[in-house]
């Protein structure tokens, strides 16, 4: 009957002189051979993991060890330290290996090399008051959002008609847009959309720009 055994598909036996006088193979690869040696014989598997304590009571592993070893002196040699790649490439290509570092490494030179002069930062005194003001927006703009700005212009309006109108604050709402109405010289139609509240959406950038032009416009008549 066959025996089945848990080998690792991941490594293969090579003979390229045809010395091996058995072998056991899987769909994938080739996982022992054996060849005469004196008055033995050598038996070589690919790896013998399956005869560590977590695999020796899977499949047929534990018979193929004593299948091996039955009714003869043995010695097992097994060692599954290997050298890294590194150590590796150092021992058999150190010229490519130092040729290869010292090509990274001029890489790396040449991406860090700067192309032209450095550019010098722009003068504080060149910095003109418009700048400011737009800078100084935008990071508002960033940090509190469209609804906040507008908010914070139909406040100054309120407080502004408040000082020019005493008791204000008291009247309805319908009265108090005819009171800005009088005292900026606009219509209620457009008191009515510049002071309405304003949903916390993002308005599309037109749209803001024309309301905080309406507020604007209002603040500065009174």
């Known amino acids: 009957a066959p025996a089945y055994v848990s080998f690792d598909t991941a490594f293969h036996l090579d003979d390229p002189k045809n010395l091996a006088q058995a ?6 690869a ?7 040696h004196g008055l033995g014989s050598i038996t070589v598997v690919t790896d013998a993991d399956l005869w560590k304590t977590p695999a020796i009571d899977q499949y047929d592993n534990a018979w193929l060890l004593w299948y091996l070893t039955a009714d003869t002196d043995v010695t ?5 330290d290997h050298d890294s790649l590194l150590t590796l490439l150092w021992r058999n290509f150190p010229q490519a290996l130092v040729a290869l570092i010292a090509l990274i490494a ?4 040449h991406v860090g090399v700067r192309n032209g002069p450095l550019l010098e930062p722009a003068p504080r005194a060149r910095r003109q008051l418009q700048e400011h003001l737009r800078a100084s927006a935008d990071f508002m703009l960033r940090r509190n959002g469209q609804h906040s700005l507008l908010q914070a212009l139909q406040q100054d309006i309120l407080r502004r008609v408040r000082h020019r109108h005493p008791g204000f604050e008291q009247l309805g709402v319908a009265e108090q847009w005819l009171v800005l109405a009088r005292l900026t010289g606009q219509p209620t139609r457009v008191i009515s959309q510049a002071m309405s509240p304003r949903p916390k959406q993002r308005l599309p950038s037109a ?4 309301q905080v032009a309406q507020l ?7």
């Open 76 to 80: 097992l040699l097994f060692n599954t």
């Open 106 to 109: 001029l890489g790396f030179w």
């Open 216 to 222: 604007q416009t209002l603040r500065n008549a009174l």
């Open 23 to 28: 072998w056991a193979n899987s769909g994938k």
């Open 30 to 36: 080739t996982h022992m051979m054996q060849l005469t």
């Open 207 to 210: 749209e803001f720009c024309r």
